[in-house]
Nanobody
């Protein structure tokens, strides 16, 4: 059974940091590019960051220089390090195996004073 479980979300002040984790089971993440997407209330889901099998990364322009996606294939886990967080980063963040319908349940990130 395929499962992606996100963790690490929460409430943080502007300028703060969070590290999200996505633990996969039922498949091997090294076989896929992995990505993070997010959805704010009333908005469409948007791409945030992607890491390809060889380690190349892509980012949404507004998070470049602040967010870093990484993977640990031995742990079958993908991460999103989020620094210098802004209120507009507030959203539910989802882990996704690119080109598949494998999605996590999402983890809430709220950036607020």
């Amino acid at each position: 059974q395929v499962q992606l479980v996100e963790s690490g979300g929460g409430l943080v002040q502007p300028g703060g940091s969070l590290r999200l984790s996505c633990a996969a089971s039922g498949f091997t993440i090294s076989d896929y590019a992995m990505e993070w997407c997010r959805q704010a209330p009333g908005k469409q889901r948007e791409f945030v960051a992607r890491i390809y099998r060889g380690g190349t990364t892509n980012y949404l322009d507004s998070v470049k220089g602040r967010f870093t996606i990484s993977r640990d294939n031995a742990k079958n886990t993908v991460y999103l390090q989020m620094n210098s967080l802004k209120p507009e980063d507030t959203a539910v963040y989802y882990c996704h195996a690119f080109t598949t319908n494998y999605w996590g349940q999402g983890t809430q990130v709220t950036v607020s004073s």
